[in-house]
């Protein structure tokens, strides 16, 4: 059985930094993508970043320059350190594994989600 579970989030002033951990197991693709969304109260899910296999990197356009994605292939673990941090990105923040089994068989895994808020 396949679980992703996240942790790391809490309470921080803004311009702070926190440093969130996502924790997969089971039986994942060697070729994937790892990927951390966020979600705000009353608004849309949206990218934050994501890592691939090989390295490869994507950030939102809103966390440029101030948050960065990294892995450990070998423990199936990728973080994501969260630097001047504003009101603005507090939400809860959602780790996703992707990948294919085969050219027919999809997988795609999400956690239950780690709270991130940021308030003076």
């Known amino acids: 059985q396949v679980q992703v579970v996240e942790s790391g989030g809490g309470l921080v002033q803004p311009g702070g930094s926190l440093r969130l951990s996502c924790a997969a197991s089971g039986s994942i693709p060697t070729m994937n993508t790892m990927a951390w969304y966020r979600q705000a109260p009353g608004k849309e899910r949206e990218l934050v970043a994501a890592i691939t296999s090989g390295g490869g990197t994507n950030y939102g356009d809103s966390v440029k320059g101030r948050f960065t994605i990294s892995r450990d292939n070998a423990k199936n673990m990728v973080y994501l350190e969260v630097n001047n941090l504003k009101p603005e990105d507090t939400a809860v923040y959602y780790c996703?594994?992707?990948?294919?089994?085969?050219?027919?068989?999809?997988?795609?895994?999400w956690g239950q989600g780690t709270l991130v808020t940021v308030s003076s």
């Open positions: 996703q594994v992707r990948g294919y089994y085969n050219s027919f068989q999809k997988f795609e895994v």
